[in-house]
């Protein structure tokens, strides 16, 4: 991806993208922190030709993957995440139609032996808590961390801390019988 990893926001803000048949956008986990995430946290124009921008709260899941700029089986955005009540620490992660439920332990991201950011996965409902039913639609959460968080004090545009910004990646699992 090389050079054109930050092209004029004007043009690439949510456009979709095209590639040569062949080539794939699957970053590492420790690439979506050091070559997307951090640089969106320190510019907020930064523009990644594959990441779209998306607020979580107004968009379910099946809409995603229109609103992406590439990908058939998997989509990724950047999102500034909602607190649930405005002096607390929990996110909100409802929308209309459902709610992202977290599932099991944040995964720990490293550069060498550095911490540099987390993983969260979560899974949809619809419906409303605690009643919702289970769907297909799967989310990894990404946020700075350990050094990546202690290089990156503030996040001005939104004056939130840097925990506010973060990577999701959306699929949809599939079953097939054989």
Known sequence: ????????????????VKFDAGVRFFPTDEELINQYLVKKVDDNS????????VDMNK?????????AKMGETE???F?????????????????????WKATGKYKEIYKGNSLIGMKKTLVFYIGRAPRGEKSNWVMHEYRLEGISLSKHNLFPEHN???HGMVILLYFLLLYFCQ
């Open 1 to 16: 991806m090389g050079s054109n990893e930050n092209v004029s926001n004007q043009k690439m803000e949510n456009e979709k």
């Open 75 to 77: 989509w990724y955005f």
């Open 59 to 67: 968009s379910e899941p099946w809409d995603l993957p229109e609103m």
């Open 79 to 99: 999102c500034v995440r909602d607190k649930k009540y405005p002096t607390g620490q929990r996110t909100n992660r409802a929308t209309n139609a459902g709610y």
């Open 160 to 162: 939130l801390s840097t």
């Open 46 to 53: 930064f523009c990644a030709v594959a990441i779209a921008e």
